[in-house]
């Protein structure tokens, strides 16, 4: 029971990160049509940005919260970067020669890391009020897992909120259903794609900072990061961020559940996960209708 | 706000140069190909004819990715599974001192078996879900390589030697290139009578719109899965190649960063022409083992030489040359002043 319960919460806390990148990835594919290979790069700049700013000194909540937007912050110029000089020019070219530009993007953010970053691995130590373990019960917690799954809650309503309640949500949802309609009707698509693919990196860029205390920073961890944000939105639908939610809560407690309980098959969780909703409901779990087909 | 681009059409127009000469060829252009290119590359020094190998390989293989991706007009993310597959095959059988034909020809076997379980499982699955399952399926065989202890994940399996064939050790670069030529070459002249037949017509009718063709009885799902086999065998092929070459198994040539990449040498080089995954691969193995060589942020150069090929060359590389006829027609009636 206890063993279950510290499971239960590790693997919501290894969720998290994957629900923000994911959530970003699957927002950009919604709205632009481009399956962002090169979201797992912006993610392991964010973790780098944040390392190096931090320096590896430990500070307090609200200097940890406003380095973790500073570090969104950069990759969201990065983002737009990127959507200007590269995703803009390529609207109606097609999905593949979007995924081509995607990975090249990927291939030279990676050289890029290696470049700025160099190869050294970047520990990054926990805000001082998480150092320690809370006891629910009598099962030790990390405190700072709480602390990411309740930024998690925060960031998943603020989304909501943006998408579902603000007037720019209202364009986002309308370019995402028909750009051209939106288009006549007002909507200046161009810069709502822009501030989607910058929310979408911020998003990548926060997932970045906030997982990098649980983890080592190190190169390659934006290949095996990236595997898993795919199934997550494989898994929740392409272009569902509610999908993506439930998805990256179901990846993590799968695994965490199989690293307590059956540590040989971690490793495969989540591809036996996949497979199974992908034979079930090829077109993902939260999206209505046929298989989404692409050309 | 900017001025949207518009879009620049997506193949090389037809009547570009290179496919002007394999018209000219007739059903003859892969052997013709072939030999020129054998014997240019005999007169190489040895260094040069190891690399020409590895490259004549990757060309392989990217054909062979270029059958889903070109002739299916899908994607795949789990290429390099089929081409493990070879790889590990041959590097498992390396104490049975096989004849290396006979291991190249069950490499190919062993690609298209794992091919035709890939096939099963992703029978009811179409366009992004398949996609992630040719990804899923490749990583999963990945981590097969640390799970299995025989397989010796990230320490690989080294030692592999080619063998002999008909008395010549294959050792010696000058000897596995010729070989290579040969496996490459019947391979492509396969691939070739293949796409020229009525089952290529009927591959190319069902991408170019499956509902039409599916109307007029070409059983779709039936071609994609035989494409997709028929593309693990020569993988599968490719692999056996490569670790003959190599004399090492590595794990890395099963992640999927190295699917992209084979994926990405076949769009460079352009799914519009039969040869372009070829052209696609020699560039990125020259990028990636000579002009960058002993850097470890070659990616940075790398990836934006190609993004910049993406945004310049939607056709890919091959269309280059009916890109440059065009412009020297455009600057011609210029200055003629012709419309």
């Known amino acids: 029971m206890n063993q279950l319960l510290s499971a239960v919460i590790n693997g919501v806390a290894t969720g998290v990160p994957l629900f923000l990148v994911a959530s970003g990835f699957t927002l950009i594919y919604g709205v632009m049509g481009v399956l962002n290979f090169a979201h797992g790069a912006f993610f392991m700049f964010g973790a780098y940005c ?65 470049l700025v970053f160099g190869t050294t691995t970047y520990h990054v130590p926990r805000p001082s009020p998480f150092k320690g373990a809370v006891h629910i019960g009598t099962v030790p917690v990390p405190s700072y897992n709480l602390f990411v799954i309740a930024a998690g809650l925060i960031v998943a309503a603020g989304l909501w909120f943006l998408l579902n309640k603000s007037s720019l949500g209202m364009k986002i949802r309308a370019v995402a259903h028909d750009r051209t309609t939106a288009r006549a009707l007002g909507v200046r698509a161009p810069l709502v794609g822009m501030g989607v693919f910058a929310l979408g990196c911020a998003l990548a860029g926060l997932a970045g900072a906030l997982d990098s205390p649980m983890i080592s920073v190190a190169q390659g961890m934006d290949a095996t990061f990236a595997i898993q944000f795919f199934v997550v939105v494989i898994i929740g639908g392409l272009g569902s961020t509610w999908g993506a939610l439930a998805a990256s809560l179901l990846v993590g407690l799968m695994e965490s559940l199989l690293v307590y309980y059956a540590p040989a098959w971690s490793q495969y969780g989540m591809y036996i996960l996949v497979v199974i909703v992908l034979l079930m409901r090829p077109q993902g779990l939260f999206v209505r209708g046929p298989a989404i087909t692409h050309s | 706000m900017s001025v949207q681009t518009p879009a620049a059409p997506p193949t090389a127009p037809p009547a570009d140069l290179a496919s002007r000469a394999t018209r000219a060829l007739g059903r003859f252009d892969v052997p013709v190909v072939m030999v020129v290119v054998g014997l240019a590359v005999a007169f190489f020094p040895t260094n040069l004819q190891f690399l020409a190998t590895t490259m004549l390989i990757y060309g392989l293989l990217a054909m062979s990715a270029n059958m889903i991706v070109g002739w299916l007009g899908t994607m795949t993310f789990g290429h390099a599974a089929f081409f493990g597959a070879g790889i590990y095959f041959v590097a498992l059988m390396k104490d049975f001192h096989l004849n290396p034909l006979l291991l190249v020809v069950l490499a190919g076997v062993v690609g ?37 202890k025989k397989l010796h994940g990230d320490d690989g399996i080294p030692g592999v030697l080619p063998g002999k064939l008909l008395g010549f050790n294959l050792l010696m670069p000058k000897y596995f290139w010729w070989y290579a030529v040969l496996v490459v070459g019947v391979c492509l002249f396969v691939m070739r009578l293949i796409h020229r037949s009525t089952f290529g017509h009927s591959v190319l009718a069902s991408r170019d719109d499956p509902i039409r063709a599916a109307a007029l009885g070409v059983p779709t799902l039936s071609i994609r899965t035989r494409v997709v086999i028929l593309a693990g065998f020569f993988a599968g092929v490719a692999g056996a190649l490569f670790v003959q070459q190599q004399g090492i198994a590595s794990s890395d040539t099963l992640y999927w960063l190295n699917s992209g990449n084979i994926v990405l040498m076949c769009l460079v080089g352009g799914r519009g022409h039969f040869f372009g995954p070829v052209v696609g691969a020699v560039v990125f193995v020259w990028l990636n083992t000579q002009l960058f060589q002993g850097i470890n ?5 790398i990836g934006g030489i190609f993004l ?11 269309g280059l040359p009916g890109k440059a006829v065009d ?3 455009r600057l011609r009636s210029l200055r003629g002043g012709r419309p």
Not at chain 1, 60 to 87: C, D, H, N, Q, T
Not at chain 2, 297 to 301: E, I, K, P, R, S
């Open chain 1, 50 to 114: 944040f390392a190096v700013m931090l320096g590896g000194q430990a500070l307090s909540l609200p200097m940890f919260l406003l380095y973790a937007l500073g570090a969104a912050a950069v990759i969201a110029v990065l983002g737009v970067l990127s959507e200007r000089l590269v995703f803009a020019r390529l609207y109606n070219s097609g999905h593949m020669i979007n995924l081509l530009a995607a990975y090249a993007l990927m291939l030279m953010l990676i050289g890029l890391s290696i």
């Open chain 2, 112 to 148: 298209a078996l794992f091919a035709a379980f890939f096939c099963v499982v992703t029978l009811r699955l179409s366009g992004i879900a398949f996609v992630m399952m040719t990804m899923v399926f490749g990583q999963v065989l990945y981590l097969l390589l640390f799970t299995i």
């Open chain 2, 297 to 301: 942020y070659a990616n940075l150069f």
């Open chain 2, 308 to 318: 910049v090929i993406v945004l310049a060359l939607p056709g890919g590389l091959s």
């Open chain 2, 327 to 329: 412009l020297f027609r």
